[in-house]
């Protein structure tokens, strides 16, 4: 890269979060939608309809046209959709829905993110929520972090779910465990997703998450598949199963604390018996295409979420699962071609069998 | 732009935050500094050597390796620098100064950029400050704000200043009149650049700053020369001037405040009168070539500093100083090949002569 090529680049870095609130503001305030039922509007005629100045609206507008996804006619003076126009409604709700969480989870956190480094904590939800903890039990307490979250998360495991489990073998009549299985929505998947005969699936998380977990077991009519157990992934895991199934979690953690989770997995389980990793992952040349996690996943874990933790290569992952007495039997990693352009992580699956 | 173009696109806005603070903070913590000097170190080296842990640091040099700005060496696990070794030290501060600037006054306050349109106010300043008013008074109050701002606006002036001065004719014995000219740099700039003889300058603010105003024209020895008048530029413009300077002012205001501006400075000259406009410009057609500041001033003016104005294309320019009884007799636009390419701002300078 040249000199002029690497300060042109750290223009586009400058300009990334005023370009993120600019179009997104365009969708809060209402615009998107109102252009959308009324093409041709002008900004005084914009400025009536989403109760804000004209001249404001003007200033938003002149990006998204900018960078072609709407259109001005000078003549007219008006606005209307061109490429938004032919993007299908389901793929916009779902970008909508991470661009919120970017701004919800992330825009302010990221503020701090190089003393949340320093310090391992997420400082900025202490800065701007006073709470002292990581995102998973900050958005216990706060309504605006948890409506963001889950929103996102659901949209994100509607995807990733199906896959994962069209990817994992689990033989009838296997035991199940999953691992910081929350309230039991990866049993219930398991379980109903698999339709293997025989099929027993455990939950196994924090105690306080039984009850919540056994009720969703009974609303969903599995309840004589699928159980609880409460304990805690860096003291014990319990034995007696074939299958351990690891997922959105191993990425939470750094180096010593995913190892440790490692380790007592293997602990619990027989030579022989089954772990099955579901993780985002880097390129172990980041420079290869496709890297996308790489732009956002750091940042992420480190600032707005854990204070720690993030995706690994694969060559770590493999790695650190020999360290803890697995073999990796097989690798399957999200295609690019296969998600939607704007998903960002691409997931992978390390089955591995315990050897040792 | 096809359905999956546009879905990509939307991926960028979503990192924009996230890439941002990632490379901002490899500098933060003295990562880069350390790589210049001892080049090959590890992360685990450079977390010692940082104070931060080494999967944290790892984590963070993902994005810098992918973007070519440092290299990795898979063999010896080793850190240097690629692209960023070759920039100028100076180009390098002027971008970190600029991605400062980014952080500190826009960030956070752009979570609250829709309510700041629908109100009219910098609403990030009431929520992260508590503070009631625009950047401009905050800066006053607010030691990190003032930083930040004049760091960012000293290196934006050195650049553009010389260049306004070289394209703007002020014969000799003009009476000058600098609007809105703050503590009297600009009076001072002016004088001293334009080395017309018997120039005059006048700055022209509010009472409150003619203290520091007349010190700063003892300091630069131009007292005999520059003077300082107290007012409020919407009540009413001094008299007596041949020419009127406009710089870096007009864009913080909407239509009504700024063509109410004009209108007096109007009142204020004789026919013939002059009056030069320093402001960054839009392309008339924001598709073409070069519309950088499209990016950034929306979002800054709006959300960060104004709750109000922001750049306007020429022809909106030449269309209010025709409103305001002004004919624009000349428009010099910075060549987007003469400016730093990590800049934001096209800057032109509007020249015109009251008519009536």
Same mark, same amino acid.
Request: aromatic share 22%; net charge negative; with cysteine.
């Given at each position: 890269m040249t000199p002029e090529a690497t300060l042109a680049r750290f223009r586009e870095y400058m300009v990334g979060p005023a370009r993120f609130m600019n179009v997104l503001s365009c969708f809060e305030l209402g615009i998107i939608d109102t252009l959308r039922e009324n093409p041709g509007m002008t900004a005084i005629q914009l400025g009536a309809a989403v109760d804000a100045k004209p001249d404001a609206v003007e200033q938003l507008l002149h990006l998204p046209v900018k960078e072609g996804l709407l259109a001005y006619d000078e003549t007219s003076r008006g606005y209307s959709l061109d490429a938004l126009a032919d993007v299908a409604e389901a793929d916009l709700e779902r970008v909508l829905t991470f661009l919120d969480l970017v701004k919800v989870l992330m825009l302010r956190q990221l503020f701090y993110l190089t003393d949340s480094v320093r310090t391992g904590e997420v400082v900025g939800l202490k800065e701007?929520?006073?709470?002292? @903890?990581n995102l998973f039990s900050a958005v216990a307490e706060h309504r605006d972090l948890r409506e963001s979250w889950a929103t996102g998360m659901d949209l994100g495991t509607a995807r990733v779910d199906p896959w994962f489990f069209d990817h994992v073998d689990i033989p009838p009549g296997s035991r199940v465990l999953d691992l910081a299985g929350n309230t039991g929505l990866g049993a219930i998947n398991t379980y109903q997703l698999k339709k293997s005969p025989g099929l027993k699936v455990t939950t196994f998380d924090l105690p306080e998450k039984e009850k919540e977990c056994l009720e969703n077991f009974r609303a969903h009519g599995v309840a004589e598949h699928c159980s609880f157990i409460g304990g805690d992934v860096f003291e014990e895991v319990p034995h007696g199963f074939d299958i351990v199934l690891i997922k959105?979690? $191993?990425? $939470?953690?750094d180096q010593d604390a995913a190892t440790k989770i490692l380790s007592n997995v293997n602990k619990a389980l027989d030579v022989g018996g089954q772990v099955n990793v579901l993780v985002p992952v880097y390129q172990d040349n980041v420079r290869d295409f496709d890297s996308r996690s790489v732009d956002f996943y750091p940042a992420f874990f $480190? @600032?707005?979420?854990?204070g720690q933790g993030g995706p690994q290569k694969l060559s770590t992952y493999r790695g650190w699962l020999e360290e803890c @007495?697995?073999?990796?039997?097989k690798v399957t990693v999200e295609n690019p071609a296969g998600i939607p352009p704007d998903a960002l992580p691409l997931q992978a699956i390390l089955c591995a069998t315990k050897t040792a």
């Open positions: 701007l929520y006073g709470f002292d @903890g959105h979690f $191993l990425t $939470l953690f $480190l @600032g707005c979420a854990m @007495g697995f073999e990796m039997t």
